[in-house]
T-cell receptor, first 115, second 112 residues
Framework: NAGVTQTPKFQVLKTGQSMTLQCAQD?????MSWYRQDPGMGLRLIHY???????DQGEVPNGYNVSRSTTEDFPLRLLSAAPSQTSVYFC??????????????FGAGSRLTVL | AQSVTQPDIHITVSEGASLELRCNYS??????LFWYVQSPGQGLQLLLK??????LVQGIKGFEAEFKRSQSSFNLRKPSVHWSDAAEYFC??????????FGTGTRLQVFP
């Protein structure tokens, strides 16, 4: 199993450009989420999804769109990038239906710089 | 509002010394509690978790943490630090195991 795979690992954008950060998991997890990590602020939840066709906002959703057409994929879209979106982005997934305690599995991260 | 506080931004210890990283939370009820570690350029790896039961939990890499309800704390400890433990450590809490609130992290530096 590959776990949670994020692409690209690094990306540089100009202000106003759009792009999509890809996230895929091969563990058949229903729950997937996106966090951003900024110095001195820890990780903050952007959007999450509890299953295909269902998405919801987290703590810092502005400027980001998501969709969940399949169980495996949960892309994060920046429609018009801003320098404030310079950050490291982490995708995470979780199997909520399994019995017992389960925890988030994180991808390796995508570092985005907006000039 | 729910919050997680890691009061130490940066800690430096000598290899072989003991370590304690502090975590305090503000929550309406006893939450699920987690410690994650992030090595440079890597994702987050779970060290340990507390859901219920014994308040002293053991994790990977020789780490342990103790939940103290009266102090709303979940401090991470290791009796003898190794150079490979140098990383950033995050405490996280949640009502469930999914939508977690993370602390701001503590960066651990280990001197030989």
């Amino acid at each position: 199993n590959a776990g949670v795979t994020q692409t690209p690992k690094f990306q540089v954008l100009k202000t106003g450009q759009s792009m999509t950060l890809q996230c895929a998991q091969d563990m058949n997890h229903e729950y997937m989420s996106w966090y951003r990590q900024d110095p001195g602020m820890g990780l903050r939840l952007i959007h999450y999804s509890v299953g295909a066709g269902i998405t919801d906002q987290g703590e810092v959703p502005n400027g980001y769109n998501v969709s969940r057409s399949t169980t495996e994929d949960f892309p994060l879209r920046l429609l018009s990038a801003a320098p404030s979106q310079t950050s490291v982005y982490f995708c995470a997934s979780l199997d909520r239906l399994s019995s017992g305690a389960n925890v988030l599995t994180f991808g390796a991260g995508s570092r985005l710089t907006v000039l | 509002a729910q919050s997680v506080t890691q009061p130490d931004i940066h800690i430096t210890v000598s290899e072989g010394a003991s370590l304690e990283l502090r975590c305090n939370y503000s929550y309406g009820a006893t939450p699920y509690l987690f410690w994650y570690v992030q090595s440079p350029g890597q994702g987050l790896q779970l060290l340990l978790k507390y859901f219920s039961g014994d308040t002293l939990v053991q994790g990977i890499k020789g780490f342990e943490a103790e939940f103290k309800r009266s102090q709303s704390s979940f401090n991470l400890r290791k009796p003898s630090v190794h150079w490979s433990d140098a990383a950033e450590y995050f405490c996280a809490v949640g009502y469930n195991t999914d939508k977690l609130i993370f602390g701001t992290g503590t960066r651990l530096q280990v001197f030989p």
